[in-house]
């Protein structure tokens, strides 16, 4: 439970970097507390389609990822982003990215570094 925890306050400070960041994500512009919980649930929900919905499509672009020597990633990570804001959408939290090339591939790349460092520095509590 707690490696769980940990993953979500990563995700949610990845995705609040990248909304700082990347111009076309964005997160609710209501008061602190409205915004810490948004970035919290929007970080459990890219947590829940990480590990549910993201092996599959890996495993699909096996190929091109191997074409590709990996940046495919990035792509597969624009998309996840892509479905945890439609998700959020759907249930009503104000999470959105506004185009597919430009801010959901920008934000995958900032949430992929802000995450690699994140996870080093921070431990997940599996030991």
Do not use: C, H, R
């Not at 990845?14 to 209501?30: C, E, L």
């Not at 959020?88 to 430009?102: K, M, Q, S, V, Y």
Request: proline residues 4%; hydrophobic residues 65%.
């Amino acid at each position: 439970m707690q490696a769980f925890l940990v993953k979500v306050l990563v995700n949610a400070a990845a995705i609040w970097v990248a909304a700082a960041i990347v111009p076309g994500v964005d997160i609710t512009d209501g008061d602190l507390l409205e915004n810490v919980l948004t970035l919290l649930v929007v970080g459990a929900i890219f947590g829940v389609v990480n590990a549910v919905i993201k092996p599959v499509v890996k495993v699909l672009t096996l190929p091109i990822y191997l074409l590709t020597l990996g940046l495919m990633a990035f792509v597969v990570n624009a998309l996840m982003l892509e479905i945890v804001a439609w998700l959020a959408g759907e249930i009503g939290i104000p999470f959105t990215i506004d185009d597919f090339f430009w801010s959901a591939i920008g934000a995958a790349v900032v949430v992929t570094v802000v995450s690699m460092v994140l996870n080093v520095v921070v431990p997940d509590g599996k030991d």
